[in-house]
C-alpha cells in the first residue's frame, strides 16, 4: 500500500515535465502543408500550445498553471462552440477534440528528460520512475 502511494506521487510529480517533453515533441513536428483551414486550425493549436508551454516554464507552481490552462481552454470552447449554429453540433465537435488531444500525447514518445544529446543509452542514475519506453 505505501509503495502504492509513492509511486502514484512519482508519477504525477513527473506529470508537468511529461506535458512539457509532449508539448515541445508535438511543436517540432512538421505540420503538414495544405493549404486553408486545416492550416489555419493546425497553427491556431500550436500557437496557443507555445503558450501553454511557455507560461508553464516561467510558473512558480506549474502544477497549479497546467490545471488551470485546462481549464481555460474549456472555457474558451464553450464559449467559441456557444456561437456556433446548432445544426453543427457544437458539443460533440468539442468532445471529439478533446478525445483527440487525448489519443495524440499517446502517440507522442516519452523522451528522457534526463539524457543528453545523442545519449539513447541509460542514463547511469536511479531516480525511482519510468520513462515510458
Known amino acids: 500500500m505505501c509503495c502504492d502511494l509513492d509511486q502514484e506521487d512519482r508519477v504525477e510529480s513527473d506529470l508537468p515535465q511529461r506535458f512539457l517533453v509532449h508539448a515541445q515533441a508535438r511543436l517540432e513536428r512538421p505540420r503538414a502543408k495544405s493549404e486553408g483551414l486545416n492550416d489555419y486550425l493546425d497553427g491556431l493549436f500550436a500557437n496557443a500550445l507555445k503558450r501553454c508551454a511557455d507560461d508553464a516554464v516561467r510558473a512558480p507552481d506549474v502544477d497549479q498553471v497546467l490545471g488551470m490552462q485546462s481549464l481555460v481552454m474549456a472555457r474558451r470552447a464553450g464559449f467559441l462552440a456557444r456561437h456556433i449554429a446548432l445544426n453543427e453540433d457544437p458539443l460533440r465537435k468539442r468532445m471529439e477534440a478533446t478525445l483527440l488531444g487525448y489519443a495524440e500525447v499517446g502517440q ?19 531516480h525511482g520512475h519510468g520513462h515510458g519506453r
Do not use: F
Open 108 to 126: 507522442v514518445p516519452w523522451r528522457d528528460h534526463h539524457s543528453h544529446a545523442g545519449d539513447d543509452a541509460h542514463h547511469g542514475h536511479d
